[in-house]
């Protein structure tokens, strides 16, 4: 009898599909896979310790460096926690900005999922479709916080500032032309909030574009259908959540169950899978971009006719002004004390939990009463995902683990976290 020995493969991490940062060893029986064990901590951040040191608004950029595409709904958590700590809660027209830019997250992960996903498994087009809406989102994390992608525009307490009366423009210079400036410049005329606007009212014409590049197209349904299936029971036992559990048929989704912010003021329907395969959870995240597109129009609305203060009045836990700071002693002593000895927190311990683009993400919080977290421990969905990913992949051949690992739309700084 011949002796049939497996052979033992290396998949990444620097295989492009493989993110970088995953090293996925795969027990193979000729090209069908037979176990797949995740070897993680390649990119080990040591955030949770790291927290223990910091205070609490030392804090804060860190969320936006456990997953870069999903910032701002990483900050939400974080301030959540803090704030029920702090027993407080920021000004309604701060909940909106954070409901408004939590949704403008999820379609800038989600764009981000489809762009990378594509490519994993060969379609190029797609790619620069998705990074055309990503820039335009870009640009407005960038006119509210002044960075592109580490924002650190949510506070304990609401928003570092309201949105700018302008949005900023291009220039001319040695790469555009006048005239390709005064085109790209069309829709930047007003405020960041009419921008805003006039994206929500082009996107829907962008995603159908998406759909009629992938949707029937047969090569991406003979990668994605009937790979990685997961039953509901199956899904609900794995602790699963978020797209990957949706996409079993579960319908549970934190923005309804347990509502945050003013999610409960929102109009929107949560779309669910039938099949729970690959397919299913791309068809998914298409339909919650429409939602989430549904959901920012309803912030612009409510934005535009309710002015308001955008942070608490409260000195121990919001800076003054930077005119009180430069005209008043008090102001600047409690701007000083502040930003280096950080706020006090009353001891107690809190967890506070959000409906992340990837799942339930959470933040629990433990303070003793000092300016620093005594614990900060993370509930990451993308770590649960990957958990799964022997069961997945068991009986798929090579090129599916592509399709797979595409699918749960990892990142590795909130596993490695």
């Not at 809660?89 to 999922?113: C, G, K, N, W």
């Not at 022997?390 to 599916?400: K, R, V």
Request: glycine residues 6%.
């Amino acid at each position: 009898m011949a002796e049939i020995k497996n052979l033992t493969l290396n998949f990444g991490p620097q295989h492009p599909a493989a993110h970088g940062v995953l090293r996925l060893v795969l027990e193979m029986d000729g090209e069908v896979i037979e176990r797949a064990d995740p070897h993680i901590g390649l990119l080990h951040r040591a955030t949770e310790k790291l927290a223990e040191h910091r205070t609490y608004l030392q804090n804060l950029p860190y969320m936006d460096r456990f997953d870069y595409t999903t910032m701002m709904c990483n900050e939400h958590a974080y301030v959540r926690a803090v704030e029920q700590l702090l027993g407080m809660e920021a000004p309604i027209r701060a909940q909106y900005l954070r409901v408004m830019f939590d949704e403008i997250t999820r379609v800038l992960s989600h764009v981000f999922a489809l762009a990378a996903h594509g490519l994993d498994l060969g379609a190029m087009t797609v790619f620069l479709y998705c990074f055309r809406e990503r820039e335009d989102l870009l640009d407005v994390y960038e006119a509210v916080s002044g960075a592109r992608m580490h924002a650190a525009y949510y506070r304990p307490g609401g928003v570092y500032r309201d949105l700018p009366d302008r949005m900023p423009q291009y220039q001319t210079s040695r790469y555009r032309s006048e005239s390709q400036v005064r085109q790209l410049n069309e829709n930047r005329q007003g405020s960041v909030l009419d921008f805003i606007e006039d994206f929500t009212d082009r996107f829907p014409q962008r995603i159908d574009e998406y759909e009629t590049l992938l949707t029937e197209n047969r090569v991406w349904k003979q990668r994605t259908v009937g790979i990685g299936v997961v039953s509901p029971e199956r899904a609900i036992q794995l602790g699963f959540s978020g797209p990957m559990l949706r996409g079993s048929g579960i319908e549970w989704d934190l923005r309804k169950k347990q509502p945050y912010a003013v999610y409960d003021r929102m109009d929107f329907d949560v779309p669910v899978g039938v099949n729970g395969d690959c397919y299913d959870r791309y068809l998914l995240r298409i339909e919650e971009m429409r939602q989430s597109n549904r959901i920012i129009r309803q912030c612009v609305d409510w934005l535009r006719k309710n002015p308001g203060p955008v942070m608490l009045d409260d000195r121990k836990v919001a800076p003054p002004s930077r005119v009180d700071m430069k005209s008043n002693m008090e102001a600047l002593i409690h701007h000083f004390k502040l930003f280096t000895e950080g706020m006090h927190v009353p001891e107690g311990e809190a967890y506070a939990a959000v409906e992340h683009p990837k799942g339930e993400f959470a933040i629990y919080l433990v303070s003793d009463g000092a300016n620093k977290p005594y614990r900060m421990k993370v509930r990451s969905p993308n770590f649960i995902h990957l958990s799964a990913m022997n069961e997945l992949a068991t009986g798929h051949m090579l090129a599916d683990a592509v399709a797979i690992i595409g699918t749960l739309e990892i990142v590795f700084g909130e596993i490695d976290r």
